[in-house]
């Protein structure tokens, strides 16, 4: 399935760099209805802490937290997520309250209007772009103080960044040409500044992972 070639991923890019990553994670856009109970019962919670569960429906895609590895035992199982095994993308309004989200989706290339997109549309407009590469690149090169247009901190979690030493957050993504509103995101936490000329060496690795995992992605095999 999906989550297990998703882990195995990260593991092998963790241990590779394990002297400059802090963390190492890999999410995958699910409808809420197809996720395993685990995670729905985590998303809902969350949704209702956030007061968005009315916005809830079958079809909302999450951002599911698919493969995770890092420098506390805890980070190394997703399922010990605290806030982050599943973010429910309800609506464009609501992910634009989160800044690291809306950041990452809008530098992956992918905008926010796909989430209140239906899936005919979406997956119409996915496979016109057939000919393009639909992978794409985020940074937020200083972690500490990079702030978006409405002068919110694109990193909230500056305690994390503080005691892990994070300098720069980086990852790469994009959509599949399959299944329901798909999209696809890594994110790195790096000790180390990088540049957007060293990210575009290192964007190459996401696409045998896409590649490989399309025809489990078409059979519904995502979660083990």
Request: proline residues 5%; positive net charge.
């Given at each position: 399935?999906?989550?297990?070639?998703?882990?195995?991923?990260?593991?092998?890019?963790?241990?590779?760099?394990?002297?400059?990553?802090?963390?190492?994670?890999?999410?995958?856009?699910?409808?809420?209805?197809?996720?395993?109970?685990?995670?729905?019962?985590?998303v809902t919670n969350l949704a209702r802490q956030l007061?968005?569960?009315?916005?809830?429906?079958?079809?909302?895609?999450?951002?599911?937290?698919?493969?995770?590895?890092?420098?506390?035992?805890?980070?190394?199982?997703?399922?010990?997520?605290?806030?982050?095994?599943?973010?429910?993308?309800?609506?464009?309004?609501?992910?634009?309250?989160?800044p690291m989200v809306s950041r990452l989706l809008n530098?992956?290339?992918?905008?926010?209007?796909?989430?209140?997109?239906?899936?005919?549309?979406?997956?119409?407009?996915?496979?016109?772009?057939?000919?393009?590469?639909?992978?794409?690149?985020?940074?937020?090169?200083?972690?500490?103080?990079?702030?978006?247009?409405?002068?919110?901190?694109?990193?909230?979690?500056?305690?994390?960044?503080?005691?892990?030493?994070?300098?720069?957050?980086?990852?790469?993504?994009?959509?599949?040409?399959?299944?329901?509103?798909?999209?696809?995101?890594?994110?790195?936490?790096?000790?180390?500044?990088?540049?957007?000329?060293?990210?575009?060496?290192?964007?190459?690795?996401?696409?045998?992972?896409?590649?490989?995992?399309?025809?489990?992605?078409?059979?519904?095999?995502?979660?083990?």
């Amino acid at each position: 399935n999906v989550e297990q070639v998703a882990q195995k991923f990260i593991d092998v890019i963790y241990d590779e760099f394990e002297e400059s990553l802090a963390l190492a994670r890999l999410f995958l856009s699910v409808p809420y209805d197809d996720l395993p109970t685990f995670n729905r019962n985590f998303v809902t919670n969350l949704a209702r802490q956030l007061n968005i569960e009315s916005e809830l429906t079958s079809t909302t895609p999450v951002l599911s937290l698919l493969g995770t590895r890092g420098n506390e035992p805890e980070w190394n199982d997703r399922r010990q997520s605290q806030g982050h095994l599943g973010i429910p993308l309800v609506s464009p309004e609501f992910v634009d309250t989160i800044p690291m989200v809306s950041r990452l989706l809008n530098q992956l290339g992918l905008g926010l209007d796909w989430i209140s997109m239906p899936n005919k549309k979406f997956s119409m407009q996915t496979q016109s772009q057939t000919q393009l590469d639909l992978t794409g690149t985020f940074l937020v090169q200083d972690a500490k103080n990079d702030r978006d247009a409405q002068n919110r901190r694109i990193i909230p979690m500056q305690d994390f960044v503080a005691d892990y030493k994070v300098k720069t957050v980086f990852g790469f993504g994009g959509r599949y040409l399959v299944g329901k509103k798909s999209v696809l995101a890594t994110i790195f936490f790096s000790k180390e500044t990088l540049t957007i000329e060293t990210l575009k060496k290192l964007s190459p690795i996401i696409k045998p992972f896409k590649v490989s995992t399309m025809r489990l992605f078409k059979k519904d095999k995502v979660f083990g």
